[in-house]
């Protein structure tokens, strides 16, 4: 989903609880969608951010950009359900 599509969704949605960003994709500015989103949401939004280890300057100014966590690649995809369990909301049925 492109950012443009996430904010859009979560000015026109509640269903939205969490939000993982690839700091890895081309061009994204974390600070940008971290603040975007939250003023956007319409209930409180879990951001988890990932990226390559190797970019640790990317992955500092996920934290500075106040994601509620940031892990390195492998990290998010070694503990994807635990991630996603921890963040994410159930809805009533």
Known sequence: MTVAK?????????D???VIVD???SGID???VVASA???AKQPIAVVAYGPHVHEDRLAEAQEA?????????QFNAQMDAV??????IKPG
């Open 6 to 14: 996430l904010l859009d969704q979560l000015a026109t949605t509640a």
């Open 16 to 18: 939205v609880a969490l």
């Open 23 to 25: 700091l890895n994709t």
């Open 30 to 32: 974390v600070r940008n």
């Open 38 to 40: 939250r003023a956007l």
């Open 66 to 74: 106040g994601c509620d966590e940031v892990l390195s690649r492998g």
């Open 84 to 89: 996603l369990s921890r963040w994410a909301k």
